[in-house]
């Protein structure tokens, strides 16, 4: 049984997106990705994508931006469990085109979100995070049934719902030592990365070719080290 990684991307995301499908695949993950039918990928892109081990599907709901409101986060939670029937898995993570996930495992075995506590607080990031089958409809049937918002990000919508659902589930901290995330810099050292399970580049001020130089980078010293060790 494989684990899909829900992409959601659109034509403005044709740079990062290949890197983010290789790190996908690194992890021993199924790119899944979910394109706007307001604003698609060019159509190179989606022949590459299918040609390198990715599936992609055309959505029609509303993203309102920057993956925002309650119509989106039930599109994006049913775009979840569409991945998971496809691929016979009861779990599914969800990625920003901008994010490398390097390691998987910490979020396999509940549902499972980022968080930040501490610095720049914040309850939930969209960047990362993962959804059981019986989860996301739990989390489907309250959002679609529930109160509508046009301006609510995705992630505290869905991770909102778990909360108010009482779903068990697991939140894992920042924290600069290591761990499950971290925000990347523009100026980094690769090496300093693997404490981290998932590498996100899509702080501002970030240009597309900044983030996806940043994304190639590191995918190419993972793909060293793997072959030293091997």
Known sequence: MKTPACIFSYSG????????????????????????SHSPLPRHMVTWIQENGGHHILTIFERNGNLNGTKCAVGIVRSMIHAMILCRSTIAIKLDSDTL???ASPFLEMSTGVCSLEIDRRDAFGCCYSLTMADAVEVYIHLSDG????????????????????????????????????????????????????CTFGNLPRTPHGVTNSMQKLNKFLQLQTKNIM
């Open 147 to 198: 109160e509508v918002s046009a301006d609510v990000p995705e992630d505290l919508a869905i991770w909102g719902a778990v909360c108010e659902l009482g779903l068990h589930h697991k939140m894992h901290n920042f924290n600069p030592a290591g761990g499950a995330f971290s925000a990347v810099p523009s100026s980094f050292h690769p090496a300093d990365c693997q404490k981290f399970s998932v």
């Open 13 to 36: 995301d044709a740079l990062p997106l290949r890197e983010c499908i290789n790190g996908a695949i690194s992890a021993g993950l199924v790119p899944y990705v979910f394109d706007d």
């Open 101 to 103: 996930i390097i390691d």
